[in-house]
């Protein structure tokens, strides 16, 4: 019997920028096959979640080149199950307000949170190399970034949860 390989995308977004780009990151997502995709915004969230899934990708808008203030909290309370999810994959996203405005650093300070937790994080050699980060909302180019972007982390996961029998 084939294994069901589960991705988890929990965001938050104020102005529904953020929220757009994860309804396109769990589209492309879904485009592997053989994965299946949760989106859940950061305040129906529960830590328990994160053990359910094979991969984890986070979205934040930018705030002063950081994530919002409910990922961090939702990040920090994950301390409860600390351990029990290494050798999942994680990845981040963001939108920010312009270019130059912190996005890859809000994306670093996700990434942060999930190598602390043992997770496996897939970089880029090509365009956004730490992750997804988008202007506003989601445009014709980001989309084909994240078409990108979401089938390889989808395919990782896929791969590693397959080599773990």
């Known amino acids: 019997m ?6 988890l995308i929990i965001y938050d977004s104020r102005t529904g920028n953020t929220e757009k780009a994860a309804l396109k990151v769990a589209e492309s ?3 592997v096959e053989g994965v299946e995709c949760k ?6 969230a529960r830590v328990e979640d994160l053990l359910e899934a094979d991969g984890i990708i986070i979205g934040s808008p ?6 919002s203030g409910k990922v961090k909290e939702f990040l920090d ?10 050798g999942k994959v994680g990845a981040a996203f963001t939108s920010s307000g312009g ?7 809000t994306i670093l300070s996700i990434l942060k949170a999930l190598l602390i937790h043992g997770m496996i994080v897939q970089g880029t050699p090509h365009s956004q190399h730490c992750g997804l980060a988008g ?4 445009d014709k180019r980001e989309e084909e970034l994240c078409i990108s972007f979401c ?8 791969r590693i949860t397959a080599a773990e029998g």
């Open 135 to 138: 202007v506003g909302a989601p």
């Open 39 to 44: 989106v859940l915004r950061v305040d129906d």
């Open 151 to 158: 089938s390889r982390v989808a395919r990782l996961v896929k």
């Open 2 to 7: 084939v294994r069901v390989v589960r991705v």
């Open 99 to 105: 270019t130059a405005s912190g996005a890859e650093t």
């Open 77 to 86: 309370r994950s301390v409860k199950v600390h351990g029990r999810l290494e």
């Open 62 to 67: 930018t705030y002063y080149g950081l994530m």
């Open 29 to 31: 997502v879904k485009e």
